[in-house]
């Protein structure tokens, strides 16, 4: 499989791919998605450049390792938590009273990262059910709501007359809602 197909998987798709197969590349595209994520949570909790890089390398050693002793099925929050506990060990290791409290502005970064989490999971279902519209539905969304084109740009841009783009765009976005309504509900009580 090459590199590029490796982007294209879920996370779960990766850990199992290394996991079960041993697919090395299927690891290095996590460590490509989830290192500077990774540093970013060592460097909250240890405050020092080098210590939180150091951190973020042993970190992912041990996944190496882990990937294959646990059924993960939430990476990304697994994630967090392991970087999170290997930080608390390293204050601990260096510093044998530490407190016990955890500051408000580390629970805060918990949840702006449940929350980055969460908005990614989101977008992933929207490309998913943008991904099961007709071509032409596809294609006009895409070129009128994510590159933002206008009505009579989408229609030279795909070579589709006005009238089907509007169509198109119309019944692509009640697709949509129909496919992410469930997500689109939860999103609302959130």
């Not at 989830?34 to 949570?41: I, M, N, Q």
């Not at 530490?98 to 500051?103: A, L």
Request: aromatic content about 10%; proline content about 1%.
């Amino acid at each position: 499989m090459a590199t590029q197909d490796y982007r294209k998987l879920s996370d779960e798709e990766l850990v199992l791919r290394y996991a079960e197969r041993n697919e090395h590349l299927a690891f290095a595209s996590l460590f490509d998605r989830y290192s500077h994520l990774v540093y970013g949570v060592c460097l909250k909790y240890l405050k020092d450049v080098e210590a939180a890089k150091d951190a973020n390398q042993q970190i992912f050693i041990k996944l190496l390792e882990e990937l294959k002793k646990h059924n993960i099925t939430h990476f990304k929050s697994w994630l967090y938590k392991v970087a999170q506990n290997h930080c608390y060990m390293i204050l601990r290791k260096n510093n044998p009273v530490v407190d016990k409290e955890v500051p408000l502005e580390n629970m805060e970064f918990e949840d702006e990262w449940h929350q980055k989490v969460k908005e990614e999971q989101f977008l992933n279902e929207l490309e998913a059910a943008i991904q099961e519209l007709s071509k032409e539905q596809r294609i006009c969304i895409r070129y009128f709501y994510l590159q933002k084109m206008s009505y009579a740009e989408v229609a030279r841009q795909a070579n589709y007359d006005l009238n089907t783009v509007k169509s198109a765009i119309q019944n692509g976005k009640r697709n949509l809602k129909i496919k992410l309504a469930g997500l689109l509900e939860e999103k609302k009580h959130e």
